[in-house]
């Protein structure tokens, strides 16, 4: 039985049923109702109950959490759909900030404040107007359907989470596959991505996590210009023992920001890539 419908909670919207219902219109393209639940609506396989109703039962298209109990560990809506689309555990490793969401939704403002080891003013200023608008828009209309703007933004903010995860995994791969560690003095190593036939969009981020979670202890990245045909290279966790601003005047050097976390060179050779690494270590 396909989708036909996605209900969940009338009045104040919050992330995690924003983005929960986000990432089913991504996947199913179906209308959003803002009522409460009806006892047919939880029996009806062709109706998504997000964030309401009292049951999580996924085979029944149901994903509330709030019967769970207190001490239950932190799982909002979000969490359970993106189990549903098999994501989830792809969201934990690569979407920082899916843990604090997560947090927010089921033990409010102060206790994860706490959890952070922040004050509370501190997390209500990581607010935005884009957070604002988009959940006061969401929360204002009962019903949300294919060509209305909000749900569109909706369905783009799924489909980039779904795309982003999908392909991190697969550039994780890639880049096992195919990196080398190079070991450029004591204290010193650089992971080097050489060109291979793959999309080079987000290929630091993704170089990034996976330096971080194989504890390599690198202090540089090198890894194709997705501009140009040369390789871009950058400090891993804005490490300051490196300053690329001093390969800003080599001729093959193209661009080297001023506050010299990276650069760009049209240099090919593994060679010359190693130094400029060499000339920027300031130790």
């Avoid at 107007?129 to 209305?148: N, Y």
């Avoid at 989470?161 to 010193?188: K, P, Q």
């Avoid at 291979?196 to 170089?207: F, I, K, T, Y």
């Avoid at 045909?229 to 490490?239: A, I, K, Q, T, W």
Wanted: charged share 25%.
């Amino acid at each position: 039985m396909s989708l036909e419908r996605i209900v969940t909670h009338p009045g104040g919207a919050h992330k995690d049923d924003f983005l929960a219902c986000s990432l089913m219109i991504a996947r199913y393209a179906v209308p959003v109702l803002r009522r409460e639940p009806s006892a047919d609506d939880l029996s009806d396989r062709s109706t998504a109950v997000v964030d309401v109703g009292g049951e999580h039962a996924p085979e029944q298209m149901n994903f509330d959490h709030h019967q769970f109990p207190a001490n239950y560990a932190p799982t909002c809506a979000l969490s359970l759909v993106l189990k549903h689309l098999r994501l989830y555990e792809e969201a934990r490793e690569f979407c920082d900030w899916l843990e604090t969401t997560e947090w927010i939704d089921t033990r409010g403002i102060v206790k994860t404040s706490q959890w952070l080891g922040v004050d509370r003013l501190t997390v209500a200023k990581l607010n935005s107007p884009v957070d604002i608008t988009l959940l006061r828009r969401f929360a204002k209309e009962q019903e949300h359907h294919p060509g209305q703007p909000i749900y569109e933004v909706m369905r783009m903010i799924g489909e980039d989470m779904i795309s982003y995860l999908e392909g991190m995994r697969t550039r994780m791969d890639e880049i096992a596959n195919a990196c080398e560690v190079w070991e450029l003095g004591e204290g010193f190593k650089a992971l080097f991505m050489p060109r291979v036939d793959a999309d080079n969009g987000e290929l630091s981020a993704c170089m990034s996590r996976y330096i971080e979670k194989n504890q390599l202890g690198c202090a540089a990245m090198v890894y194709p210009d997705r501009r140009g045909e040369g390789y871009g290279l950058s400090r891993f966790n804005d490490d300051l023992r490196l300053d690329f601003t001093r390969v800003n005047d080599c001729e093959d050097v193209h661009f080297a920001h001023k506050a010299g976390f990276i650069a760009k060179t049209t240099a090919l050779e593994v060679d010359r890539l190693k130094n400029i690494l060499h000339t920027s270590w300031v130790g």
